[in-house]
């Protein structure tokens, strides 16, 4: 059974940092592709980062330049490093597992965390 649990979000103030992890079992982890979405109040869910089982990254334009996503196969654990955070970031952030990676676009599969909220305050 694949479980994905995040942690590391919070409250903190504009232009503070955070970092997230999702810690992955019951899946091969060095194997799959992995990406962070959020989903802002009264707002669908959106693509963050992904990260390809060989390391390619990708970014949605709202978080190039401050956001890093990483992982570390040893332990099962994906990240989000956040600076420079601002009150538009201010969501609930889930990670997704083993979605389908075409080169340019990837397709969240049906494995989703619980998800941790990031509140930034202006």
């Known amino acids: 059974q694949v479980q994905l649990v995040e942690s590391g979000g919070g409250l903190v103030q504009a232009g503070e940092s955070l970092r997230l992890s999702c810690v992955a079992s019951?899946?091969?982890?060095?194997?799959?592709?992995m990406a962070w979405y959020r989903q802002p109040p009264g707002k669908q869910r959106e693509l963050v980062a992904f990260?390809?089982?060989?390391?390619?990254?990708m970014y949605s334009d709202s978080v190039k330049g401050r956001f890093t996503i990483s992982r570390d196969n040893a332990k099962n654990t994906m990240y989000l490093q956040m600076n420079s955070l601002n009150p538009e970031d201010t969501a609930v952030y889930y990670c997704?597992?083993?979605?389908?990676?075409?080169?340019?676009?990837?397709?969240?599969?049906?494995?989703w965390g619980q998800g941790t909220q990031v509140t930034v305050s202006s």
């Open positions: 997704n597992a083993d979605g389908a990676y075409t080169g340019t676009i990837y397709y969240p599969s049906g494995y």
């Open positions: 019951g899946i091969r982890f060095s194997g799959i592709h």
């Open positions: 990260i390809s089982r060989r390391g390619s990254t």
